[in-house]
């Protein structure tokens, strides 16, 4: 253990408290053994603290769902750089000290360490936001680029309260601000309630695996700012970008997504960053940067005898092969990528594949390298090293998992969810039963598998595999039991004086269904977990195993998702699916996507469809080395 976070979202000020308290419990923790060494404390709402004695940390989120409007949320701060205060806007934090906090005054002896930065947002009874995947994956190359040398993601991984126990649930009756489901707290996050792997994580992963590679080398850089930066979070025609340097070398950050705001095409875009012995212009020409796109880009990186000048693709991780070190990029979406070397650096460049590359040689002896995206070359250093550069688009690079295999790490690009277990490759697929798995290094050993796994043709420096699995389906069954009864208007009060979810006697009112699933799709072999995906609309949406409540849903618009081996059914017991209505009048927010309310005159419950999707699980294994 090296951090110990004391308080969470503390801000009180008065006699024992504010940095009395804070000093107290530090105290009282040293007392008790915990010896470490870094105390923590939230940063935000003006908190005050001991200062020398704890850091503040920070963090923010994509939207508000414990805000109180109904209205679109205005343009989030978490997508502007925080180039003057390391303290975010709202994180939903109940008490408010209006005197200044000590987290600004401390950052020029603290580190910047993110604690709660939203890996999703959860839907909460009165706010239903629903996100896009950049819409998370764009906070990290701003919150980076502002100086943040820790991440610390809430949540990661979606989940569930015990059904029954409703200690920890958080709710108006009970005294709580928020309405959340009594069950169900899927967050949005990379990682579902079930475990399952949203769309966001492809968007993530290539930066954790840069933050691998070259975190401690990004630790050392001070951020600068632009010469002109943004007025505030709504201004939305100030290009958004920073540098973190650490002498003559560095990375720039740029951000032109904030969430359900078009940002605009930004036009003739070149750089010119002063760096402590020289200024480095990228690229070599003006380039037109998209609404949407967001990057990082290397500046004076070297990459062993290879020194790259810059480049206008985001480096994601080292490979070590027989041949020697792959460096795979990212291109970025409408961007040429453009890989500038340093004189002396490199001699001369080969193509590894049929795509070729388009090579410039610089008036200073340098070589500028434009490769097509999904390309590979080699860069011949001067010490007669080789070096090999896979730049992916984007399609293939949100694909990608880099994992232990056959002896050393391997960049693994299929549609499947991929892990490493015991030695062995586990491809998790989602309703599909084919689907195809590139592997780079090639393996040097057989793979085997208990499924249907046939090899395909290299297809360039990939070793590409077709995997098969039989197809399981099972048809689920879903007979109307009752329909809606009228319900009264939503109630507004609590503690946060809005929209508070009905009281329980409320819930007669729902529609019902039974839903029949055979006994068989709930224990079916070859597969990791089965969903039951529902698509309805209507207010709150409740799963009934007999008389027991296993799951529940606030609509959002999207498909409310149950593992069968994530929740308790009985399979002696039917299933019930009860669904509240929505009124066209409930002063609640929904995203204009999945918003019903303007179609309805009263009120909505309505079940589209119940479906079973099967999540295939696929081992690969190495044959035997004497095989």
């Not at 070149?270 to 070599?284: E, I, S």
């Not at 208990?450 to 070793?463: I, K, L, N, S, Y």
């Not at 039974?514 to 209507?538: C, D, K, W």
């Not at 998702?561 to 017991?573: H, L, S, W």
Request: charged letters at 20%.
């Amino acid at each position: 253990m090296i951090g110990i976070q004391l308080e969470n979202e503390y801000n009180l000020t008065g006699p024992q408290q504010g940095p009395a308290h804070i000093a107290t419990l530090k105290r009282l923790a040293r007392a008790a053994g915990l010896d470490v060494p870094l105390y923590t404390v939230t940063g935000w709402d003006n908190a005050v603290f001991p200062r020398r004695e704890v850091a503040p940390v920070f963090g923010g989120y994509a939207d508000l769902p414990w805000g109180t409007s109904t209205a679109m949320s205005a343009p989030g701060e978490v997508y502007g750089f925080r180039l003057t205060s390391r303290v975010g806007g709202d994180l939903g934090a109940q008490t408010h000290n209006s005197e200044p906090g000590d987290a600004d005054a401390v950052a020029h002896e603290t580190p910047f360490l993110g604690a709660e930065f939203g890996g999703g947002v959860p839907t909460m009874y009165r706010r239903r936001p629903v996100l896009d995947p950049d819409d998370i994956a764009a906070m990290l190359p701003v919150q980076l680029g502002s100086g943040v040398n820790l991440y610390g993601y809430y949540m990661l991984h979606g989940g569930r309260n015990l059904p029954g126990d409703v200690d920890g649930h958080e709710s108006t009756a009970s005294g709580g601000y928020n309405d959340l489901p009594v069950v169900n707290y899927d967050f949005q996050a990379p990682f579902g309630a079930n475990g399952e792997a949203h769309a966001v994580l492809g968007k993530l992963r290539p930066m954790h695996l840069f933050l691998q590679q070259w975190g401690s080398e990004l630790a050392t850089c001070d951020v600068y700012a632009p010469e002109r930066v943004p007025r505030g979070a709504d201004d939305l025609e100030t290009p958004r970008f920073s540098v973190r340097a650490d002498g003559d070398r560095g990375f720039l950050f740029f951000n032109n997504h904030v969430r359900q705001y078009r940002m605009p095409e930004r036009r003739g875009v070149q750089f010119a960053v002063k760096l402590a012995t020289r200024t480095v212009m990228l690229p070599a020409e003006p380039i037109d940067i998209a609404p949407g796109r967001w990057f990082v880009w290397p500046i004076g990186l070297a990459l062993g005898g290879a020194r790259l000048r810059y480049a206008t693709a985001q480096p994601v991780t080292r490979l070590s092969t027989h041949e020697g070190a792959t460096y795979v990029f990212a291109a970025t979406d409408g961007i040429v990528a453009e890989f500038a070397f340093e004189p002396d650096s490199v001699t001369r460049i080969e193509s590894a594949d049929s795509h070729g590359a388009l090579i410039t040689h610089e008036a200073d002896g340098g070589l500028i390298v434009r490769p097509a995206a999904g390309s590979v070359f080699t860069a011949i250093c001067r010490d007669d090293t080789r070096i090999t550069f896979i730049t992916l688009a984007s399609e293939d690079i949100e694909r990608l998992s880099v994992l232990p295999f056959d002896g050393q790490r391997r960049l693994i690009l299929t549609d499947a969810l991929a892990f490493e277990r015991d030695g062995e490759l586990v491809l998790r697929s989602m309703g599909v039963a084919a689907f195809d798995v590139a592997v780079y290094p090639p393996l040097e050993r057989a793979v085997r598998s208990t499924h249907a796994f046939v090899e395909a043709p290299r297809d360039g420096v990939f070793q590409r595999f077709a995997v098969t699995v039989p197809m399981v389906a099972f048809d689920v069954g879903v007979a109307s039991l009752r329909v809606a009864q009228k319900v009264q208007p939503v109630a507004s009060g609590g503690v946060a004086l809005a929209a508070v979810e009905p009281a329980p006697e409320c819930f007669g009112k729902a529609a019902a269904w039974r839903i029949e699933v055979p006994i068989a799709a709930l224990n079916a072999t070859g597969l990791s977990n089965a969903y039951l995906s529902i698509q309805y609309a209507g207010d709150v949406g409740r799963l009934f195993s007999g008389g027991d409540l296993i799951d529940d849903h606030f609509y959002n618009g999207l498909s409310w998702e149950i593992g069968v081996r994530n929740v308790m059914i009985d399979p002696q017991q039917p299933l019930m699916l009860t669904v509240l209505p929505m009124r066209a009048d409930a002063p609640v927010y929904l995203d204009a996507r999945h918003d019903l309310r303007g179609s309805i005159s009263d009120q909505v419950a309505e079940v589209f469809g119940v479906k079973w999707v099967p999540e295939y699980e696929v081992v690969l294994s190495l044959a035997s080395a004497n095989c």
